[in-house]
């Protein structure tokens, strides 16, 4: 099965501090995704990598970059946290080259006060 | 552009009615179409996916989903809900193969009434 992880579940920060979210898969994907998640606003796309050292500006990408490095892992950088990023944040992982179905991670749920 | 919708926000079902969910997409080719739960503060399991073949798709937990390329549709259908099954459901399109982004709705939360 694929695996897709993310650091921590829960995660409180102050404002101003800078925030890393991880994310590794086990499937050898090629892409990977960052999405944050609000009520009413659905799923909405931070970033994306199709590649190593390769990223993609999603929809709503302004407070945020990311990194990565190696293939199974996919950081999101808050670079100065704001209380407006208080959201739901999850990972995705597809294999890109034959099916694009993505694989979720748990999420992690930020709290920036 | 690309988009999902999902006309209803809410949706309250007795237990053991039937249920069904509806999509509707905007995309330019070939979609690629997918239904996803989320239990509360869980992540996303892909319930069923749809790219050609027959329309009528099973997927888990006794799901399935009708594509209607006429109506750009893809509704969710179970005959009888479990009171496990209340959950966000979210319907996405995208693109069958190569490098792709999927686009979600905004999500269909399920209550289930005893």
């Known amino acids: 099965d694929v695996k897709v992880t993310q650091s921590s579940r829960y995660l409180v920060k102050r404002t101003g501090e800078k925030v890393f979210l991880e994310c590794v898969q086990d499937m050898d994907h090629e892409n990977m995704f960052w999405y944050r998640q609000d009520p009413g606003l659905g799923l909405r796309l931070i970033y994306f990598s199709y590649d190593v050292k390769m990223k993609e500006k999603g929809d709503i990408p302004e407070g945020y970059s990311v990194s990565r490095e190696k293939k199974e892992r996919f950081s999101l950088i808050l670079e100065s946290a704001s209380t407006n990023q208080t959201s739901m944040y999850l990972c995705?992982?597809?294999?890109?080259?034959?099916?694009?179905?993505?694989?979720f991670g748990p999420g992690t749920r930020l709290t920036v006060l | 552009a690309q988009s999902v919708t999902q006309p209803d926000i809410h949706i309250t079902v007795s237990e053991g009615a039937s249920l069904e969910l509806r999509c509707n997409y905007s995309?330019?080719?070939?979609?690629?179409l997918f239904w996803y739960v989320q239990s509360p503060g869980q992540g996303l399991q892909l319930l069923l996916k749809y790219f050609s073949g027959d329309t009528l798709v099973q997927g888990i937990k006794g799901f399935e989903a009708e594509f209607k390329r006429s109506q750009s549709s893809f509704n969710l259908r179970k005959p009888s809900v479990h009171w496990s099954d209340a959950a966000e459901y979210f319907c996405?399109?995208?693109?069958?193969?190569?490098?792709?982004?999927?686009?979600f709705g905004k999500g269909t939360m399920l209550l289930v009434s005893p």
């Open positions: 995705a992982s597809s294999s890109g080259t034959e099916d694009n179905e993505q694989f």
């Open positions: 995309y330019g080719a070939t979609p690629y």
């Open positions: 996405a399109v995208g693109k069958a193969f190569g490098y792709s982004t999927l686009t």
